[in-house]
């Protein structure tokens, strides 16, 4: 099996390579619009790739293969990219969020250039994980995002930002530290890092460890990643020192890298520790609603608000996924992959105008904003579609995605559904309190002045909203996808209940 | 002694005739700049020989005292490599030795010269010779500052080599009074004739080995030396120290093992006992590490953890369940040649950064970023593969080795390697923080000279491109031990 497409290749390695052009040629200004041009490039590809995959799921013959990268008796890996349900939104999602990053960081003054060359390496290396198929390639692509995002909080973040890049470089290289035992343990197991054949392989393969922590030593990457409780804690910290642009890829995208991983590895290829395990799932995915829910309602600062509510949403995922033990797994998991999607764009469009906010305003606590809609009526409005789609409004995404988990979860795991359901009711209180605290009320003097969100501004804004409000209305275009994509890993599970 | 002999010991003699060389032509002429020019250039003539050894499959010289095979070969690859880098980068620092330039560079190349034939060395008195060899020039080199930290470190090295050589040389002892020859392969055999039964005297004598070669790798517990003689030693010393002298200590550590001591239960006794020095090695190297301000003695405690990782491969033997692909000790090789690369640069940047600021602490490389962009980038890529982050040679060198420790069944040693990784990413993006992120210092652009900054580009393409295209040094070293372990 040896094809080359190219496609999925030139969605990878354009933006990689336009930051290599960007090092050598381009500066200041220049460099700005050269990562426009190159991420707006981006998005036809990825958009592209969607299409294509949504007209032809079956025969989309989007491969990469090269067998003999390190052709190596003992240790084979290959080069192979591809595509399926699961990840071709999530590509498209890294396309859409590619060109709001750079738009984002319009305004900023300090090592432009550097600044977006790290986000395009940033945007290549997380496509590389989402279309990676080769377990070797995959990690490889998952450690490549580390030092881009190091970079971007480091350098251009505020507060304690030296302190916050580090805790998030720590954190996640300690999870794929223990990936990476799990990924050998697999690979001298069965003899593949092909990620397709090998939920059949281990099926069959006298595992060198118990494949119960094989399960463990893979998922606590993702769980870090996700994040789930109690390794959360790195993320407030780095979302709320990140330059918007970094907030808007990490919540957006890297977080997705740790659904992801849960459904290409976790589930597909550990399907009975993940019926064994699954109520430890729910009860965490709990934990994660009402905890994070809980926490944010505490939070002054508009970005760290934002931060833990990311916490608590990232907890439906996990009900989602521990909703394989029901009767209906196909539901909640739909829900949980349809959730990492609108939560990618709703998210990000919340860091976005909480960021643009804070460059005019020149602050996040919420006290000392209010009666923002006067002076900033596009932003107000743009912060009132992001929280009303956060908190699960019909009519945007975020609605379909919590029903139908909660639909999935419900057969398997009454209870901790039922609990669940306060989390919305939680997610609702923060939310409006938020909006009304700092959009509407009387508007202080000194706030007077302040300028709405010019033209470069709104571009990405209107992306996503428009992102947000078409999911929302029609959102078989992606669940549809999802679910043809977690078909295997449905049937799997369904064959073990 | 034949002619022949003499063909299969080219690449040794002639870095020894090329030492030479320089210290004649030293007291010739007046522009000592022509120094390193000839032994950079007079180091391809070894390389040629070596490269033209190659096809040339095992043979045995000097009555069954040296053999020439790939494994060795490999070995003088990676020393010569390292020679020339270290040469080149020495280009600016060297003339801070004034008239002592030519001594500088051909002891640098005698201790090359001795690294080279340990590497080859199949008989125990050669053997030592040829350890000796390779210390006595570096002690002298370590002192060549005349200032009393150099000194000391000189000194500590001169002294504590002599020790490790004396517990090294006891241990031969023992072992060749158990089994009455100084040959390795006519030890190997007796020790495992059947019905032979393994006196604590012989585990002893093993164990005294360990120790000696233990020192010279700067393993846990025998590491004391290396921080202080790290960081008195010249620059450049330090890195050849750092690199070449820890390859030539693996390189005899797994011919002595795996040929004289290959024997099935025998083996598996001293993995198990390298296994244990590699986590400590890993764990003590890390954790100190972090507390460092001079950047040398950073290194040098970062050395000890590289030791460490590269002890995991070691114990990753043939004869446990899985090792008979040899992907332990070829992991070890393909290591230690991109270690070889990501510590060169590292160590050509800071020679570059101290030949303008004269100091080595980690403070001085404050804005580098700013003020040369291309050694900050160089130096973050160094850091970044002494972590094992893509894409450098250190992740793939990393995955390797601890891929094949799973293989035989080490997952507990793999599992102290990953979180240790993970624990070092700390201390080493505290070099990067400190060259992006602090801009405290405000003088202009630091340009480097062309010999540093040569060495330094030569040494990260080679980690950023093996980093991709890691498959030649992984086959190549796949064959070299293969070639001793039929």
Request: proline fraction near 4%.
């Amino acid at each position: 099996m040896e094809g080359f497409n190219g496609l999925l290749s030139i969605a990878v390695f354009m933006p990689i390579l336009a930051a290599a052009i960007i090092a050598i040629f381009f500066s200041g200004k220049a460099a700005r619009g050269f990562a426009v041009g190159a991420t707006f490039v981006e998005l036809l590809i990825t958009s592209y790739i969607f299409l294509i995959y949504r007209n032809n799921p079956d025969a989309h013959g989007m491969e990469d293969r090269f067998s003999n990268w390190i052709p190596i008796e003992s240790f084979r890996v290959e080069y192979f990219l591809t595509v399926d349900g699961l990840s071709t939104p999530l590509v498209l999602l890294t396309g859409i969020l590619g060109i709001v990053a750079v738009f984002a960081s319009w305004n900023i003054t300090f090592r432009i250039k550097e600044h977006f060359m790290w986000l395009l390496v940033l945007q290549g290396a997380v496509i590389g994980v989402f279309t990676a198929m080769d377990f070797f390639l995959f990690f490889l692509f998952w450690e490549l995002e580390l030092i881009p995002m190091f970079f971007l909080i480091s350098i251009w973040g505020s507060g304690r930002k030296e302190y916050s890049a580090m805790k998030f470089l720590i954190f996640t290289i300690l999870g794929s530290a223990f990936m990476l035992v799990g990924i050998l343990a697999l690979y001298f197991s069965t003899g593949t890092f092909d990620m397709t054949i090998l939920p059949d392989k281990i099926a069959g393969a006298d595992l060198i460890l118990p494949a119960s922590i094989l399960f463990f030593l893979t998922i606590i990457g993702f769980a870090i990643k996700l994040p789930v409780f109690p390794f959360h804690t790195w993320l407030p910290d780095a979302h709320t020192d990140a330059p918007t642009a970094a907030s808007v890829m990490l919540a957006g995208v890297l977080l997705k890298m740790g659904g992801y991983g849960m459904f290409r590895v976790s589930a597909a290829m550990f399907p009975d520790q993940l019926l064994d395990f699954s109520w430890l799932l729910a009860l965490l995915g709990v934990i994660n609603i009402i905890y994070g829910a809980a926490i944010t309602i505490r939070q002054t600062d508009l970005k760290r608000l934002i931060a833990y509510s990311s916490v608590s949403h990232m907890g439906f995922v996990l009900l989602g996924l521990a909703s394989a033990k029901g009767a209906a797994a196909t539901l909640g998991m739909t829900g949980a992959a349809l959730q990492m999607f609108t939560h990618g764009t709703i998210t990000a469009l919340l860091f976005l105008t909480v960021g643009y906010i804070y460059e005019k305003a020149h602050t996040r606590h919420i006290p000392d904003l209010s009666g923002l809609a006067g002076r900033m009526p596009f932003l107000a409005t743009s912060l009132l579609i992001a929280g009303l789609a956060s908190l699960g409004l019909p009519g945007t995404s975020g609605f379909v995605a919590e029903v139908t988990i909660f639909l999935g979860s419900f057969p398997a795991w009454h209870i901790f559904t039922i609990i669940a359901t306060v989390g919305v009711v939680l997610t609702a209180a923060y939310i409006l309190w938020m909006i009304q605290r700092t959009i509407f009320g009387p508007r202080p003097e000194h706030h007077n002045n302040l300028p709405d969100a010019s033209l470069p501004e709104m571009v990405p804004v209107a992306i996503l909203v428009v992102a947000i409000i078409s999911v929302g209305i029609y959102p078989s275009v992606i669940s549809e996808m999802f679910s043809t994509g977690l078909e295997p890993i449905i049937t799997s599970v369904k064959a073990l209940n | 002694m034949t002619l022949h002999d003499i063909y299969l010991l080219s690449p040794e003699l002639s870095v020894a005739i090329l030492a030479a060389v320089v210290i004649t032509v030293d007291l010739m002429v007046r522009n000592k700049r022509i120094l390193p020019i000839i032994a950079f250039v007079g180091l391809l003539v070894p390389l040629y020989f070596s490269i033209q050894l190659w096809d040339v499959g095992p043979k045995q010289a000097f009555s069954g005292t040296f053999q020439m095979d790939g494994f060795g070969l490999f070995f003088k690859y990676l020393v010569l490599g390292a020679a020339a880098l270290v040469v080149l980068s020495s280009t600016e620092y060297a003339k801070r030795f004034g008239n002592h330039q030519g001594e500088y560079y051909a002891l640098i190349l005698f201790s090359a010269t001795g690294m080279m034939l340990l590497a080859s060395s199949t008989e125990l008195i050669t053997l030592y010779v040829a350890l000796e060899l390779t210390a006595l020039p570096i002690a002298a080199l370590a002192a060549f500052i005349r200032e009393s930290r150099s000194a000391e470190s000189g000194m500590k090295f001169l002294v504590l080599s002599a020790v490790s050589s004396a517990v090294l040389l006891y241990g031969m002892v023992l072992v060749y009074g158990f089994t009455g020859s100084s040959q390795l392969n006519e030890i190997g055999f007796q020790i495992s004739k059947p019905g032979t039964d393994l006196s604590p005297a012989l585990m002893l004598g093993i164990v005294l080995i360990t120790a000696g070669f233990g020192f010279k790798i700067a393993a846990v517990p025998f590491q004391m030396w290396a921080p202080d003689v790290y960081e008195g030693a010249p620059t450049p010393v330090t890195g050849f120290l750092s690199v070449a002298s820890k390859a030539a200590g693996f390189a005899v550590i797994i011919r002595v093992f795996y040929t004289a001591f290959e024997f099935d239960t025998l083996s598996i006794e001293w993995a198990t006992m390298i296994a244990v020095l590699s986590a400590l090695s890993m764990s003590v190297g890390n954790l100190i590490a972090i507390r460092q301000d001079n950047i040398k003695r950073m290194l040098a405690y970062s050395t000890v953890a590289q030791a460490g990782y590269l002890m995991v491969g070691l114990a990753a033997i043939s004869t446990l369940p899985g090792g008979s692909d040899n992907a332990g000790p070829s992991g070890v090789l393909f290591y230690l040649a991109g270690y070889g690369m990501t510590n060169l640069t590292a160590f050509a940047v800071i020679i570059a950064v101290s030949n303008k600021t004269e100091s080595d602490m980690i403070g001085t490389f404050a804005g580098l970023g700013r003020k040369s962009p291309f050694l900050a980038s160089a130096m973050t890529l160094s850091m970044i593969s002494l972590i094992g982050i893509p894409p450098t040679v250190g992740f793939m060198a990393k995955v390797y080795i601890f891929g094949a420790a799973m293989d035989t069944g080490l997952w507990w040693l793999v599992v102290i390697g990953v979180v240790n990784s993970a624990v070092s990413a700390y201390y080493y993006l505290r070099v990067v923080k400190v060259m992006y992120f602090s801009d405290i210092d405000e003088s202009g652009p630091l340009r480097p000279g062309i010999g540093v900054a040569s060495a330094a580009f030569l040494a990260m393409a080679g980690t950023f491109i093996f980093g991709i295209f890691p498959s030649p040094i992984i086959a190549i070293a796949h064959k070299a031990v293969t070639s001793i372990l039929e």
